[in-house]
T-cell receptor, first 114, second 115 residues
Framework: DAGVIQSPRHEVTEMGQEVTLRCKPISGHDYLFWYRQTMMRGLELLIYFNNNVPIDDSGMPEDRFSAKMPNASFSTLKIQPSEPRDSAVYFC????????????FGQGTRLTVV | AQKVTQAQTEISVVEKEDVTLDCVYETRDTTYYLFWYKQPPSGELVFLIRRNSFDEQNEISGRYSWNFQKSTSSFNFTITASQVVDSAVYFCALSGDLYGNKLVFGAGTILRVKS
């Protein structure tokens, strides 16, 4: 398997624009997580899904953030409208929760909002 | 609430030295999981180890070893005979959910290994 695949790897956008980050989890994994990494707050969980259903979105910072998982092989994290303080590295991770395996992370998307 | 503290912000060592990265955690869960991840300069997060709270056996994997002590709520990571390729940010993480994957991360320790 190719691992967790995220796109794009880098995104530069202007404040106020909509940004969509994409993630393809490892095939067969039933949990998908979105994390954000910043210098100020470190790595923090934004939201996670189980079998495509959002389970806990308490980490989503504002209504400007939304995440979807329309099927087992694809998830998106959307920011609309984006702000400079959203600049961060966004990681997607997946795991086989029922088998108690570790989460595998994608390479991340570095988002810069100018 | 769960919390992970990595008090060492940055450590510098010379190649071949041993180095220990400290991790102290707080949780009220009786069942929980502890992890270490490595983030090399390329940016990805690489899984190193997972431990559940009922397994206090220390583990060794090549040059890496982990010391889990529930009595002191610590899960320390030692690299023996460090190499330049070990230079990275190392994160300790904790999870108390049923499937052990909703991770709370520490702030990370930057390890610099000089040749």
């Amino acid at each position: 398997d190719a691992g967790v695949i995220q796109s794009p790897r880098h995104e530069v956008t202007e404040m106020g624009q909509e940004v969509t980050l994409r993630c393809k989890p490892i095939s067969g994994h039933d949990y998908l997580f979105w994390y954000r990494q910043t210098m100020m707050r470190g790595l923090e969980l934004l939201i996670y899904f189980n079998n495509n259903v959002p389970i806990d979105d308490s980490g989503m910072p504002e209504d400007r953030f939304s995440a979807k998982m329309p099927n087992a092989s694809f998830s998106t994290l959307k920011i609309q409208p984006s702000e400079p303080r959203d600049s961060a590295v966004y990681f997607c991770a997946s795991s086989q929760g029922a088998l108690n395996t570790e989460a595998f992370f994608g390479q991340g998307t570095r988002l810069t909002v100018v | 609430a769960q919390k992970v503290t990595q008090a060492q912000t940055e450590i510098s060592v010379v190649e071949k030295e041993d180095v220990t990265l400290d991790c102290v955690y707080e949780t009220r869960d009786t069942t929980y999981y502890l992890f270490w991840y490595k983030q090399p300069p390329s940016g990805e997060l690489v899984f190193l180890i997972r431990r559940n709270s009922f397994d206090e056996q220390n583990e060794i994997s090549g040059r890496y070893s982990w010391n889990f002590q529930k009595s002191t709520s610590s899960f320390n990571f030692t690299i023996t005979a460090s190499q330049v390729v070990d230079s990275a940010v190392y994160f300790c993480a904790l999870s108390g959910d049923l499937y052990g994957n909703k991770l709370v991360f520490g702030a990370g320790t930057i390890l610099r290994v000089k040749s």
